[in-house]
């Protein structure tokens, strides 16, 4: 009963399969190859962005940070939530691979920013000088680190935002598919329709073995991401197996089916878990993350059942005082079933 993480979860056997395919014969190294070229096709149909350029590279913080330095130089700044993952799980990796850019970190309930604090923290940071450096950048993760998402309006209202004020705007997707199934939304309608200059694409956590994807809707800067993705070792030289991850990966939809079922399992587990006494769900489960408070000794029940997961946030303790209430997250994979869910309520229960 692994509710720990979406990391934690396997490959899909289709993906799988694929990579096992794709191990055949010899193909040109670091991405020249036809499996790359059919992958990066597919994701601009499924973009509906035929001039996008798409590269491949194995984790969400390369994606990421690869992607801000497009945007950001080192005297620049970055607007992101103060929870964000750039922020919170990246050891300064955006910072280094921009040469030196700060972080601004705007609050937020739920992992969300909304308009008016993002306009009040562009007025508390807006002189751009040689002293304060310079406004370049909005960051917005999609889904949030809360598990909740940002539909197309907010995003629009977000990016004109920046737009007004000189800023590009990166969405970091790590789990943007299951902000997609949430919303059943075009890809596009959640990205460059509505202003986003730059998608870091999450696929390792919703069925991949180990593929993100920078998109990039302006394709004048594909030829500095491809230099930068090079100097900052994150160009595979066997790019054919992070391809054909996210060939199989879109084909069929198979990452929107993935990402509903893992959706649909963190619903259920959630209508279960308020029903048990001393329960609260403290955000709407909107995606594949739950968020719930809970006594103690409940938590203890679950541990000592089998159930994995994380308090959250991680300063708190799994001992002490079994009625005082704890702050857990649980999050549900495209391999959590319903016999998961069902086992779990009846062990707390």
Known sequence: MNFASDNAGGVHPRIMAALAAANAGHVPAYGTDRITAAAQDRLREAFDAPEAAVHFVPTGTAANALALSLMAPGWGKVFCHQDAHIQTSETGAPEFFTGGAKLVLVPGTGGKITPEALI??????????????????????????????????????????????????????????????????????????????????????????????????????????????????????????????????????????MASHANAMAHELALGLARLPGVRIDQRVATNQIFATMPRALYQRGLAAGISCHLWPHTQSADGDADEPVSIRLVCGWDTGLDDVTAALAALA
């Open 120 to 257: 009040e923290a562009l007025e508390a940071n807006g002189r751009d000088s040689v002293h304060a450096g310079r406004n370049v950048a909005l960051s917005l993760t999609n889904a949030t680190e809360w598990g909740t998402v940002y539909d197309p309006d907010e995003v629009a209202a977000l990016a004109g935002i920046a737009r007004d004020h000189g800023l590009a705007v990166h969405m970091d997707g790590a789990r943007f598919s299951n902000a997609l199934a949430s919303l059943d939304v075009a890809p596009a309608d959640l990205t460059w329709r509505v202003g986003v200059d730059v998608l870091s694409l999450g696929a390792t956590k919703n069925g991949c073995m180990a593929v993100e994807a920078v998109v990039i809707f302006d394709p004048a800067l594909s030829e500095e991401l491809e230099f930068r993705r090079k100097r900052g070792g994150a160009l595979v030289s066997k790019h054919r197996y992070l391809a054909a991850q996210m060939l199989a990966w879109l084909e069929g939809d198979l990452w929107l089916q």
